[in-house]
């Protein structure tokens, strides 16, 4: 679903998330496919994980091939939008789809993807918040994939805009009830936590 969703905002072409502004610059510097791309930054970002003692689930390896072969995938099977109201139509249902993909995928409790583990990792090792350390890297992962030629639009703030609300939705929609008393498996002290109280 991450990259399905990815994959529609490029099709939609109003611009994309952080890191598919970076992947799609990238892309287009190397002559990779952006799929092959997202693969590669998530090796080197899990590379990352090795000075600031993060710890790696299934869902972190997987997530680093995963995403890149549903990116390539999907944008063989769905053709560019012509027209603002199926660009529109585009943009939204990635937006929507990213927000699924982030409730699911925190939900399982299978270990953070390696980008979301940089962020918990730097946020621990630093002391300062999550919402600080994640803007710091995702304006400096937009900015370096812009200047790489990155699409940027309004996609861009509709994405930065929306997914926090309905990352919460669906985190609440998608936790799982603990087996004694009701209560949701996500910890209270952990990120997920975090959003589910927002």
């Given amino acids: 679903m ?7 905002l490029v099709r939609g072409g109003l611009g994309l998330e952080p890191w598919g502004v970076l992947h799609q610059g990238l892309a287009e510097l190397t ?9 590669a930054v998530g090796a080197v970002v899990l590379l990352l994980w090795i ?7 299934l869902g972190t390896v997987s997530n680093v091939f995963a995403v890149g072969l549903a990116i390539d995938a999907t944008l063989a099977l769905v053709p560019a939008a012509h027209g603002l109201p199926a660009r529109i139509a ?14 699911l995928y925190i939900a399982a409790r299978f270990g953070p993807g390696p980008r979301d583990g940089l962020m918990t990792g730097l946020h621990r090792l630093t002391g300062r918040s999550v919402r600080l350390v994640r803007t710091a890297i995702e304006v400096a992962v937009v ?16 994405y930065a ?11 609440r929609v998608f936790a799982i009830p603990a087996a004694d008393n009701g209560r949701t498996v996500v910890a209270a002290g952990s990120p997920e936590g975090a959003i589910l109280r927002r």
């Avoid at 991450?2 to 529609?8: H, Q, R, V, W």
């Avoid at 002559?31 to 693969?39: D, P, T």
């Avoid at 585009?90 to 409730?103: D, E, M, R």
């Avoid at 805009?161 to 985190?171: R, W």
């Fill in 161 to 171: 805009l929306a997914i926090g609300p309905l990352a919460q939705f669906f985190l």
């Fill in 143 to 158: 900015a370096t994939g812009f200047a790489l030629g990155g699409s940027v639009g309004i996609g861009t703030v509709a």
């Fill in 90 to 103: 585009l943009l939204v249902a990635g937006i929507v789809l990213n927000g699924v993909a982030t409730g």
């Fill in 2 to 8: 991450y990259g399905a969703s990815a994959a529609l």
């Fill in 51 to 57: 000075p600031i003692r993060q710890r790696p689930g």
């Fill in 31 to 39: 002559g990779l496919s952006m799929g092959v791309v997202a693969i």
